[in-house]
């Protein structure tokens, strides 16, 4: 099955500067990769996804990339604020004929003000 | 914005007994999920669901477990003869077709559920 794993586990920034969360996927095939943003004790939340005939997607401060000959892709929070802190797990579908997302680990990312 | 929600949101049960936790999901959606959040730990799928039937399920959703569509509108998770490991939150989650066909997940506010 899909293994995806999720680097750093812990993201220390200053408000202002930008953070980028890294994940690699193993299935070749898996064609959906969304991200989630999980404030502390809620739920998931979708912030963004791409799809696999996209190298780059962007909503405002927010953008991911993907690099499917490497089978990564990216989170990249520019101009970071301390309502973005909060854990965000990046998730890859669409192989071995699935169509459910596996989870990384999680990266926890801290705003300092 | 249509939301799922998820009864109760904290369930306290004692090892060995059955618990069921239940779930609303957006009206129009179709397909319906089940995972789990171990204290710290990744989110993992435990189940889908399409068509009153179960769509696929992982390695963690064994015959302890199973869903139900009683109506219309409620999705529910059994777990039988419950474990201590079994201590986890549990997020529902709907959408209106497969995820990565534009039609992403959403989650519910989750149950957590403390098995003592």
């Known amino acids: 099955g899909e293994n995806v794993e999720q680097h750093p586990s812990t993201l220390s920034v200053q408000e202002g500067d930008s953070a980028v969360i890294k994940c690699t996927y193993s299935d070749s095939a898996s064609n959906y990769f969304p991200w989630y943003k999980q404030e502390l004790g809620k739920r998931p939340q979708l912030i963004i996804d791409?799809?696999?005939?996209?190298g780059e997607k962007k909503d405002q401060r927010i953008a991911v990339t993907l690099n499917k000959t490497a089978k990564h892709f990216s989170l990249h929070i520019t101009e970071t604020q301390p309502e973005d802190s909060a854990v965000y797990f990046c998730?890859?579908?669409?192989?071995?004929?699935?169509?459910?997302?596996?989870f990384g680990r999680g990266t926890s990312l801290i705003v300092h003000p | 914005e249509p939301e799922v929600t998820q009864t109760p949101s904290h369930q306290v049960t004692q090892m060995g007994q059955e618990v069921i936790l239940r779930c609303v999901p957006i009206s129009n959606h179709l397909y319906f999920y089940w995972y789990r959040q171990i204290l710290g730990q990744k989110v993992e799928f435990l189940v889908s669901?399409?068509?009153?039937?179960?769509?696929?399920k992982s390695e963690i959703f064994d015959d302890q477990f199973s869903v139900e569509r009683p109506d219309g509108s409620n999705f529910t998770l059994k777990i039988r003869s419950t474990k201590l490991e079994d201590s986890a939150m549990y997020f529902c989650?709907?959408?209106?077709?497969?995820?990565?066909?534009?039609?992403?997940?959403?989650f519910g506010d989750g149950t957590r559920l403390s098995i003592l």
């Open positions: 669901f399409y068509n009153n039937e179960i769509s696929e």
């Open positions: 989650a709907s959408s209106g077709g497969l995820p990565f066909r534009n039609q992403p997940q959403h």
């Open positions: 791409i799809r696999s005939n996209v």
């Open positions: 998730a890859a579908a669409g192989g071995g004929g699935s169509y459910i997302p596996t």
